[in-house]
Structures are given as structure tokens and as C-alpha cells.
């Protein structure tokens, strides 16, 4: 497919287990971002890669959430022991270069609820 | 702190009138907007961008104004059509850097 893909779509988990999100970016894109958008409120950003390299995680809430893109075209996102607060649709965005002031395209989400 | 914020969470608009989307941002830093529109079970789509050495920007029926000094952006739509409702991001970025802060979002309805 041309646009970015996201998979699962939704995501059921009971409170302590652990998830993996995983997005597939635009073939070719070398930038990559995750952000996080609770109920009602804007995409609030997570973390950011250049190819495999993650150059900013500071909006990541926590130890337990961790990110990876080793080939620098999949990535996945990883919440350990879940907890309610993490119930959120999860944003996955690519764009084409590493510059500035590129347009971000975003795949369809994943729904996480945390029972 | 809500570094970019869109005060009014809906706004309804007669099919054939004009949209008006406001923004308002307090970082200084920022020097390039977005406005993204987001449908349902969907992610959020690019809609036109306007750097901060711009005061408009206009594609089609879509045109972004930025006012500098007051740190204010609007998006106008004109004429407002039913396929336009959904919900519409504001969106800042600066310092050369791709990460971008997001508003609240703002339910537009067009009415037919």
C-alpha cells in the first residue's frame, strides 16, 4: 500500500501485560514518529527516528514504554505492564526527508484499551 | 503547559459560508504551522502549513493566516462544504526540527 500502516488496529489488554505496536512507514521515508492521543485532546508526540536511529524520546511518559526501528523502515512500540492511563489511540507518522518543515503523513492508529 | 491551544472545541457552519478555525501559540520558537484534518477512525491529514516569514498561504478554498506578533493563526474555508466536517489540528513546530506540538482540535460541521 502507498500510505503508512499500523497494526494491531485495536488492542485490548488487562492492566500488567505487556503490547507491541507496530508501524510500517511510507517505503523510503527516513523520518518516523510515534505520538500518543488520549480521549478528546490533540497527538501529543513520543519519539522521533532518522532511519534507525532514535534521536528524541523525551515524550515518552515512562520507563515502560520503549521504541525501536532496527532496519530503519518497520518500527514498534512497546508498553510494558500496561496500566489504565495508557488507554489511547497511538499515532505512527512518516515523512520523506530529515529536514525541517517536511509534511508528516500519519497511518489510521491503533486503539489501545487497558481493561 | 498547552504550548498551542484552539479554544473553541466545535463550530458549526451553514453549507456555502465561511469556516474561521482559530489557534493561538506561546512558544516563540515555533516558526512553522500546520493545520491537519482528522476523520473518524482515521489518522490526521495534512492540510496546508504556513512558515512564520508568511503572513498567508492560500491553496484552493483553504487559506491560513498568521499574525506574528498577537502569536495567532486561523484557517479559513470558503465556501464551507459537508465533506469538510471533521475535526481540524493546529499544529507548530521550530528550531529546524521536525517534532510537532499539537492544539486540541476543533469540531467543524458544515450543514447542509
Known amino acids: 500500500g502507498a500510505g503508512v500502516s499500523q497494526s494491531p488496529r485495536y488492542k485490548v489488554a488487562k492492566r500488567g501485560q505487556d503490547v507491541a505496536l507496530r508501524c510500517d512507514p511510507i517505503s523510503g521515508h527516513v523520518s518516523l514518529f510515534w505520538y500518543q492521543q488520549a480521549l478528546g485532546q490533540g497527538p501529543e508526540f513520543l519519539t522521533y527516528f532518522q532511519n534507525e536511529a532514535q534521536l528524541d524520546k523525551s515524550g515518552l511518559p515512562s520507563d515502560r514504554f520503549f521504541a525501536e526501528r532496527p532496519e530503519g523502515s518497520v518500527s514498534t512500540l512497546k508498553i510494558q505492564r500496561t496500566q489504565q492511563e495508557d488507554s489511547a489511540v497511538y499515532l505512527c507518522?512518516?515523512?520523506?526527508?530529515?529536514?525541517?518543515?517536511?509534511?508528516?503523513?500519519f497511518g489510521p492508529g491503533t486503539r489501545l484499551t487497558v481493561l | 503547559d498547552q504550548q498551542v491551544k484552539q479554544n473553541s472545541p466545535s463550530l458549526s457552519v451553514q453549507e456555502g459560508r465561511i469556516s474561521i478555525l482559530n489557534c493561538d501559540y506561546t512558544n516563540s520558537m515555533f516558526d512553522y504551522f500546520l493545520w491537519y484534518k482528522k476523520y473518524p477512525a482515521e489518522g490526521p491529514t495534512f492540510l496546508i502549513s504556513i512558515s512564520s516569514i508568511k503572513d498567508k498561504n492560500e491553496d484552493g478554498r483553504f487559506t491560513v493566516f498568521l499574525n506574528k506578533s498577537a502569536k495567532h493563526l486561523s484557517l479559513h474555508i470558503v465556501p464551507s462544504q459537508p465533506g469538510d466536517s471533521a475535526v481540524y489540528f493546529c499544529a507548530a513546530s521550530g528550531g529546524g526540527y521536525q517534532k510537532v506540538t499539537f492544539g486540541t482540535g476543533t469540531k467543524l460541521q458544515v450543514i447542509p
Open positions: 507518522a512518516s515523512s520523506f526527508s530529515r529536514a525541517a518543515y517536511n509534511e508528516q503523513f
